[in-house]
């Protein structure tokens, strides 16, 4: 890419990518060699520069740390079967990370300071893209407040930084979720649809809960009644019901994800009806029941597709068809793995190469 902006790099003495060892990657223990770091301050971004992986200073009177003012991404990048390095629309999740920006109070940031600091980093960083099947490199941007100031207003002051870490061959067990119908994730006018921190430390206790009662996760469901299935843990979920693939609308209270619009796109592609249409409780249940629901699945970067083998509901559990005969989700999930291998045509324009 044509370089915009000019980005300092401070090379690490001590790689540590002796340590990596890609048929045995322990999940989320270790980062690559670099960070990227940007600030925003005096109204202006600047200062961009890449730094060994390592610590950062906070005040405690941090907005972050005191108020969870905090937003952040989540993507993969992927080493293809040629051996180049491919991401999976990594500008929607520097669109998105905008959106979350404007609804906490967070500054704008140019699609330069954020993709050109990617790049380089991940230039830097590109022995630590793991080679075994079904690995990847997890990419985590994060937008925070750099203030020290305990007041509660808007701050002055942000560091955005990117993090990367290799991620072992993901292939997800099917999950037993369990509905959700006293704790609430996001309300109509919250910040559901924001990727902020907030979010997800109060998903923890529900959660929690739902683990100690035998469930992986829990469905959410909407604020007012419970009665309408929204999204689980951090993936969007999606049913086939009656051959109609189903989903919530992408309202503000769910995350609008990357991988719910490629699912969507490619349903389309596939000739299949599609609703973003809310699935009530009572209408999955009945769906269950009466062998109309074929297919019922999350959506997410971490699994891509996570297929859902049993529903809990008010101490019930329902069992749900074999995940082999579930011939959407299969299809779809084949082809967004070879998609972000570089195996198949990019339609779309949705594989970034580094
Ligand atoms: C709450 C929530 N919902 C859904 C998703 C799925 O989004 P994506 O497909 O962009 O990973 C995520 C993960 O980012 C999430 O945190």
Same mark, same amino acid.
């Given at each position: 890419?044509?370089?915009?902006?000019?980005?300092? @790099?401070? #090379?690490?003495?001590? /790689?540590?990518?002796?340590?990596? $060892? !890609?048929?045995?990657?322990?999940?989320?223990?270790?980062?690559?060699?670099?960070?990227?770091?940007?600030?925003?301050?005096?109204?202006?971004?600047?200062?961009?520069?890449?730094?060994?992986?390592?610590?950062?200073?906070?005040?405690?009177?941090?907005?972050?740390?005191?108020?969870?003012?905090?937003?952040?991404?989540?993507?993969?990048?992927?080493?293809?079967?040629?051996?180049?390095?491919?991401?999976?629309?990594?500008? +929607?999740?520097?669109?998105?990370?905008? %959106? /979350?920006?404007?609804?906490?109070?967070?500054?704008? @940031?140019?699609?330069?300071?954020?993709?050109?600091?990617?790049?380089?980093?991940?230039?830097?960083?590109?022995?630590?893209?793991?080679?075994?099947?079904?690995?990847?490199?997890?990419?985590?941007?994060?937008?925070?407040?750099? +203030?020290?100031?305990?007041?509660? &207003?808007?701050?002055?002051?942000?560091?955005?930084?990117? @993090?990367?870490?290799? =991620?072992?061959?993901?292939?997800?067990?099917?999950?037993?979720?369990?509905?959700?119908?006293?704790?609430?994730?996001? *309300?109509?006018?919250?910040?559901?649809?924001?990727?902020? *921190?907030?979010?997800? !430390?109060?998903?923890?206790?529900?959660?929690?809960?739902?683990?100690?009662?035998?469930?992986?996760?829990?469905?959410?469901?909407?604020?007012?009644?419970?009665?309408?299935?929204?999204?689980?843990?951090?993936?969007? =979920?999606?049913?086939?019901?009656?051959?109609?693939?189903?989903?919530?609308?992408?309202? +503000?209270?769910?995350?609008?994800?990357?991988?719910?619009?490629? =699912?969507?796109?490619?349903?389309?592609?596939?000739?299949?009806?599609?609703?973003?249409?809310? %699935?009530?409780?009572?209408?999955? @249940?009945? !769906?269950? #029941?009466?062998?109309?629901?074929?297919?019922?699945?999350?959506?997410?970067?971490? !699994?891509?597709?996570?297929?859902?083998? /049993?529903?809990?509901?008010?101490?019930?559990?329902?069992?749900?068809? $074999?995940?082999?005969?579930?011939?959407? /989700?299969?299809?779809?999930?084949?082809?967004? $793995?070879?998609?972000?291998?570089? #195996?198949?045509?990019? &339609?779309?324009?949705?594989?970034?190469?580094?």
């Amino acid at each position: 890419m044509a370089e915009v902006i000019n980005i300092d @790099i401070q #090379k690490t003495q001590n /790689s540590r990518i002796e340590t990596l $060892d !890609a048929k045995n990657i322990p999940f989320g223990k270790l980062y690559s060699d670099h960070m990227y770091i940007a600030d925003f301050r005096d109204g202006a971004w600047g200062n961009s520069r890449i730094l060994p992986y390592g610590e950062i200073l906070m005040s405690p009177a941090s907005p972050t740390i005191n108020y969870a003012h905090s937003i952040f991404e989540g993507m993969k990048g992927y080493r293809s079967v040629n051996n180049e390095l491919l991401l999976f629309r990594p500008i +929607d999740n520097f669109k998105r990370l905008n %959106v /979350s920006a404007e609804r906490m109070c967070m500054p704008q @940031i140019p699609e330069e300071v954020f993709m050109e600091g990617l790049d380089a980093l991940l230039k830097l960083d590109k022995d630590w893209f793991p080679d075994e099947p079904g690995t990847s490199l997890y990419i985590r941007p994060i937008l925070f407040s750099k +203030d020290d100031y305990i007041g509660i &207003k808007p701050s002055d002051k942000f560091d955005l930084m990117i @993090i990367t870490c290799p =991620v072992g061959a993901y292939y997800s067990e099917p999950v037993s979720v369990k509905v959700e119908t006293e704790y609430t994730r996001a *309300a109509a006018g919250g910040t559901g649809s924001a990727k902020t *921190a907030g979010n997800y !430390a109060a998903s923890l206790y529900p959660a929690l809960l739902a683990q100690k009662q035998g469930f992986d996760q829990l469905l959410w469901t909407d604020g007012v009644h419970h009665e309408y299935i929204e999204e689980s843990g951090t993936m969007n =979920v999606m049913f086939v019901i009656d051959g109609v693939l189903r989903t919530a609308p992408a309202s +503000d209270t769910i995350l609008h994800g990357i991988t719910r619009d490629s =699912v969507l796109t490619l349903a389309q592609d596939f000739g299949m009806e599609v609703e973003e249409k809310a %699935v009530s409780v009572t209408e999955l @249940i009945d !769906a269950i #029941k009466t062998g109309r629901l074929t297919e019922a699945f999350g959506t997410g970067t971490a !699994a891509t597709i996570a297929q859902i083998k /049993s529903i809990g509901h008010n101490g019930d559990l329902y069992e749900l068809p $074999d995940v082999p005969s579930r011939e959407f /989700s299969n299809k779809t999930l084949q082809y967004l $793995d070879d998609l972000k291998l570089g #195996k198949i045509e990019d &339609k779309h324009g949705w594989i970034y190469k580094v």
